[in-house]
């Protein structure tokens, strides 16, 4: 009597075990790559030069870039709600646009 309820133990542990294997492999290769970072960013930020970014550089990125949040939802969240709603985001747009147009009338200046 004793020998089913061993085999039942010795199934039901092997199936666990391959179900919490199969879970590890499947959360290893479902993992999000990281993402390269951008050359602006490495030339701003990689003061040794190594082509990466150590935890000093990555710090200093954060905090630049919370930076330009911040800026970002001081001068268009006008009604200061936190967030940026569809006529704001509309205003950001129209205004990186233009940033973009002068760009290209400048570089085109440059090379005439």
């Not at 290769?29 to 390269?36: F, H, N, V």
């Not at 330009?68 to 001081?74: N, T, V």
């Amino acid at each position: 009597m004793k020998t089913p309820t061993l085999c039942i133990r010795a199934v039901i542990t092997a199936v666990a075990f391959g179900f919490c294997a199969g879970a590890s492999l499947h959360a290893e290769t479902t993992a999000k790559p990281e993402k390269p970072i951008p050359a602006g960013v490495l030339k701003k930020f990689d003061k040794d030069g190594d082509g990466k970014l150590d935890d000093a550089e990555m710090a200093a990125w954060k905090a630049a870039r919370e930076a330009e949040k911040k800026a970002m939802m001081e001068k268009y969240d006008t009604n200061k709600d936190g967030k940026l709603d569809e006529s704001e985001k509309a205003a950001m747009k129209a205004d990186k646009d233009k940033e973009k147009e002068l760009k290209k009338e400048q570089k085109k200046k440059t090379t005439d």
